[in-house]
C-alpha cells in the first residue's frame, strides 16, 4: 500500500541520501578510462584525504565496508600473525570472525559492550607481549551495535608508551563524517570506512586510509590477495584513475558530498552531531531508559542505543513504530536483539528530523504496554530551543 509522506530511515546507516546527492548520482555514466575521468579521480582522492585528515594516500573500493575490512587485513598482515581485536561489540565482533578466516590469529579483549576500547587493558595487553607476537590493534572508532565512541589517541598512547610496534587498524566505517577523526595527528596505520553513513552516499563504496608504516609492512606479507591489493591501487590512482572499472555514479555523489560536508565545515557537521546526540540523550532518561553507553564522554554523536526494562521486546516496539509512523530505527545486534533499539542521528540531519524521530518513538512507546514517562520529547525540543545550532 502507498504510503504518503516521507519514510524516516533513522538507522545508524544507511543513512537518507541528500537529493543534491541523488541528482549528482543520476547522471550518464562516463568512460572510466577516457579523458574527463582523471579529473574526477584525482578530485575526490584530494578531497578524501581532507575528510581522513591525512596527507597520505585514500585506497576506494567498489564494495560494502566489509571489502574494506578485508582490504586492511590481506594487505597488513600474514596468516599466523596476531591481531589484538577489543570486542567493543557486534561489529568488533564479526571483525575478528573474518580475520580468523584469513589465518590471522584474532586474540579477543573482551569488553561488557558498555564502554569504547579500553585504554588501560590494551596497555597491559601488549606490556605482557615481550616478542612483539601482536602485529596489530584493532578497535571500532564508532562502535554502531552500541553507541560508544573509542578514544583512539589514548589506545595510541597506550601502544607507543608500551614502545610496541603493533599497527594501530581502525574500524571508522560509522565514525567517519560524523566523529572526529584525524588519521594523521592520531597516529592510525590502516582507517576502514563506508560510503552509507556520515558520508551520505547509498552503500557502495569503501575506504582504505593508509600510512606509510602500512604500506610497508605490506611489502613484506604473505597473505593471498589479488583483488583488494593496494599498491595496483595507488599506481593507477596517481593520475586519477582506477585499475580496475570504479563505482563511476557513486564518485560522482562522493565528489557531492565532499563538498557539502566541506561547506558546513567539518567541525561544524561534528558538532552538530554531538548536539543532536545530547538532546536523543535527554529524551531516553526523561522516558526512564537507559542508554547502552555507561561512559558519559563515550556516547556516539552519531547514533543512541536505548535498553528497554527487561521482558520488553525491543523488536516488537520497532515493528509497532515501522508500521504506524513509517520510521525504521536500528535493531539490536547480536547479544543485543531484542534488548535495545538504535536511533540513527547521523548525516543529512536537522533539528526536525529528530524532533520526528523521537515523536514517533514517544508514539511508539503510548501504545505499548512498555512502561515510560511521557514527554522525552518536550525535553529534547526544549533544550533545542535553548541551544540553538551555530549555523
Ligand atoms: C556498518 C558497519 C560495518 C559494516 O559495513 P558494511 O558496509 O555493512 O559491510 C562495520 N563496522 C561498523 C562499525 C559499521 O557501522
Redesign the pocket.
Known amino acids: 500500500m502507498r504510503k504518503s509522506g516521507r519514510h524516516y530511515l533513522q538507522i ?2 544507511p543513512s537518507p541520501v541528500p537529493e543534491r546527492i541523488m541528482r549528482a548520482i543520476d547522471m550518464p555514466v562516463m568512460d572510466h578510462r577516457g579523458p574527463d575521468f582523471g579529473e574526477l579521480g584525482l578530485r575526490v582522492l584530494e578531497g578524501l584525504k581532507r575528510i581522513f585528515k591525512t596527507t597520505g594516500p585514500v585506497i576506494v573500493y567498489p564494495s ?4 574494506a ?1 578485508e582490504a586492511a587485513l590481506v594487505n597488513a598482515l600474514s596468516p599466523g600473525d596476531t591481531a589484538l581485536m577489543v570486542e567493543t561489540g557486534h ?1 568488533a565482533r564479526i ?1 575478528r570472525k573474518l580475520a580468523g578466516r584469513l589465518g590471522i590469529n584474532g586474540e579477543l579483549l573482551e569488553t561488557d559492550w558498555r564502554r569504547g576500547a579500553p585504554a588501560a587493558a590494551i596497555a597491559d595487553r601488549l606490556k605482557a607481549d615481550k616478542d612483539h607476537k601482536i602485529k596489530a590493534v584493532c578497535i ?1 572508532h ?3 551495535s552500541t553507541g560508544c565512541t573509542t578514544q583512539v589517541v589514548d589506545v595510541r598512547k597506550a601502544i607507543d608508551e608500551c614502545g610496541h610496534p603493533a599497527l594501530l587498524l581502525v ?1 571508522t ?2 565514525g567517519l563524517a560524523s566523529a572526529d577523526l584525524q588519521f594523521d595527528n592520531w597516529g592510525i596505520d590502516v582507517a576502514i570506512a ?1 560510503s ?2 556520515g558520508l551520505m552516499l547509498p ?1 557502495g563504496l ?1 575506504f582504505n586510509a593508509v600510512s606509510e608504516k602500512a604500506m610497508q609492512a605490506a611489502k613484506h606479507t604473505t597473505t593471498a590477495h589479488a583483488y583488494w591489493n593496494w599498491q595496483d591501487m595507488l599506481d593507477a590512482n596517481k593520475n586519477g584513475y582506477f585499475p580496475y572499472t570504479p563505482a563511476t555514479n557513486l564518485l560522482y555523489g562522493l565528489d557531492v558530498a565532499i563538498n557539502m560536508l566541506e561547506e558546513e565545515t567539518l567541525e561544524q557537521v561534528f558538532t552538530r552531531h554531538k548536539r543532536h546526540s545530547a538532546a536523543a540523550r535527554l529524551a531516553v532518561t526523561h522516558w526512564g531508559m537507559e542508554t547502552q553507553c555507561q561512559v558519559d564522554e563515550e556516547h556516539s554523536p552519531v547514533l543512541t542505543a536505548v535498553r528497554l526494562p527487561e521482558s520488553h521486546d525491543a523488536d516488537q516496539l520497532r515493528k509497532v513504530i515501522l508500521e504506524r509512523f513509517d520510521l525504521s530505527l536500528g535493531n539490536g545486534l547480536s547479544d543485543l536483539q531484542g534488548r535495545v533499539f538504535r536511533i540513527g542521528h547521523l548525516g543529512d540531519f536537522n533539528d526536525l528530523t529528530l524532533a520526528a524521530t523521537l515523536s514517533g518513538i514517544e508514539m511508539g512507546l503510548a501504545t505499548t504496554n512498555i512502561p515510560f514517562n511521557p514527554g522525552g520529547v518536550q525535553t529534547a525540543l526544549d533544550f533545542m530551543q535553548r541551544s540553538p545550532a551555530a549555523n
Open positions: 545508524p546507516g560494502s565496508g566489509t571489502g575490512w561489529f571483525w571500532v564508532n562502535e554502531t574500524d566505517i560509522s563506508g552509507q553513513k552503500p569503501s
